[in-house]
């Protein structure tokens, strides 16, 4: 049985805990400096969001079932612990940093990792919840011990190579031209192909996590910066968030890339995502979001059109959807692993329709994704939870080495060349993460 106490740590309560060697940090650049280097899990937008230090157990599945094992797992975990929350905002109590492989055939586990400590902040108040097992000290029901961090200084990494993984570019662009043809042929079932390609980054010591999230959190403050069992990145895929019942999602498909200035490009992006592979890409991705959130909500309302979502290096098509979450007959809500199940995988990282479109990106990239373009995220112990798609991201393999993801949806008419440029605008966030290309200043 775990023990759970979540504090409010902001100064406020005179008796709070106090984590931090010196005040509270008000810059992102003095808070990462205070985390260890590894061995954290962390969700992060903007200034908001939640970072768990150390790991107090994992839970894991695999297989077709992962969704469902995962979740008894969790609620058979939730029900046995003794909770005390002072706090009650999104995240406090109980919460687990959840990464699910993409295939029901990944050699990657499926997980949940419960942190010993966790740090939140929202809506300008900053808490701390203290998970222990059944040996904790229970000697004081009212205080949370023991998280004292002070700074060490964030590391730059050098990076040595940068090479081809299991999908070069060669062959990225073989396996676009097959699919496209693919799908132009009259009895082709398939009107999607989402394909990925990756590559292998190794540095000369061992990679600071923490500098890779404070750069992705910079350049990139709206989307979700994630770090969860090694699996980093920054997604702006938001694939289902649950708040007290209610459930949203956005869902991207169709980029422009950008040359200079997103702000100057809007109307080359307007015109460029306009045209017809990318309206009809866009219109397969909330289709399919639709159809497989309908049967575990109610009450469902999804965008009209779509809006563009402005980011550094590129602009996408997106579209959110609205609603509540179904009741079971017990009168028990939906899990948000039952939603992220359901939902899993959108047209927009697998294709259309879904069940063909995963057997043929197997076909065609014979590498196995792991948990890249998986659900990512965290749940509570009170069925809240975020969900992002694991986009723009790397999974560390080793101290000193990473494997970067990125993909396309393929249409008819998609050209291997500008499919390749594409992926390359998607690595391009984490490569400068990396220390590959330019980084932005942390400073602020």
Not at 32 to 41: E, M, N, R, V, W
Request: charged share 25%.
């Amino acid at each position: 049985m775990l023990t759970v106490r979540s504090r409010f740590v902001d100064g406020l309560t005179p008796d709070a805990p106090a984590p931090f060697a010196g005040r509270l940090p008000t810059r992102s650049i003095d808070f990462l400096s205070q985390l260890p280097a590894s061995g954290f899990s962390c969700w992060v937008r903007g200034r908001s969001g939640l970072v768990g230090i150390g790991r107090r157990l994992r839970l894991r599945a695999s297989g077709a079932d992962r969704f469902d094992d995962l979740a008894q797992q969790w609620d058979a975990l939730v029900a046995a612990a003794l909770l005390d929350d002072r706090v009650e905002l999104l995240g406090s109590g109980l919460v687990g940093f959840s990464a699910i492989a993409f295939s029901s055939d990944s050699a990657w586990e499926s997980v949940i990792d419960v942190p010993e400590y966790l740090l939140g902040r929202r809506d300008g108040r900053v808490w701390l919840t203290h998970v222990c097992g059944e040996d904790g000290d229970e000697s004081d029901a009212g205080s949370v011990p023991g998280l004292q961090l002070s700074p060490t200084p964030l590391r730059q990494q050098r990076v040595i190579t940068r090479e081809p993984g299991a999908v070069s570019p060669e062959k990225y662009q073989r396996i676009v031209a097959r699919a496209s043809a693919r799908l132009r042929s009259p009895e082709a079932g398939e009107r999607k192909i989402v394909l990925a390609r990756d590559e292998i980054v190794t540095t000369e010591d061992e990679i600071d996590v923490r500098t890779l999230l404070g750069r992705l959190n910079a350049e990139f403050p709206s989307t979700w910066a994630f770090n969860v069992a090694g699996l980093v990145g920054a997604t702006p895929e938001l694939l289902i968030g649950v708040e007290d019942g209610a459930v949203h999602s956005r869902v991207l498909a169709g980029t422009y890339r950008v040359q200079e200035d997103p702000q100057q490009e809007l109307a080359q992006a307007r015109a460029h995502l306009g045209g017809r592979k990318d309206s009809v890409e866009h219109s397969y991705a909330i289709d399919s979001l639709a159809s497989t959130l309908g049967p575990v909500t109610e009450e469902l309302r999804v965008d009209p059109e779509p809006h563009l979502l402005q980011l550094a290096n590129v602009i996408h098509l997106a579209s959110d959807a609205h609603g509540r979450l179904r009741s079971r007959a017990d009168g028990s809500r939906v899990s948000p692993f039952e939603v992220a199940r359901a939902v899993h995988p959108t047209a927009a990282v697998g294709g259309t329709p879904r069940d063909r479109a995963m057997e043929l990106i197997s076909d065609f990239e014979e590498m196995d994704r792991g948990r890249y373009a998986g659900p990512v995220g965290w749940v509570d112990g009170y069925g809240n939870g975020q969900f992002g798609i694991a986009l723009r991201c790397g999974q560390l393999e080793d101290r000193n080495r990473i494997r970067l993801f990125a993909g396309a949806g393929i249409m008819p008419d998609s050209d291997p060349e500008s499919e390749l440029r594409e992926t390359d605008a998607k690595f391009a966030p984490m490569r400068r993460a990396l220390g590959v290309d330019w980084s932005p200043d942390l400073s602020h």
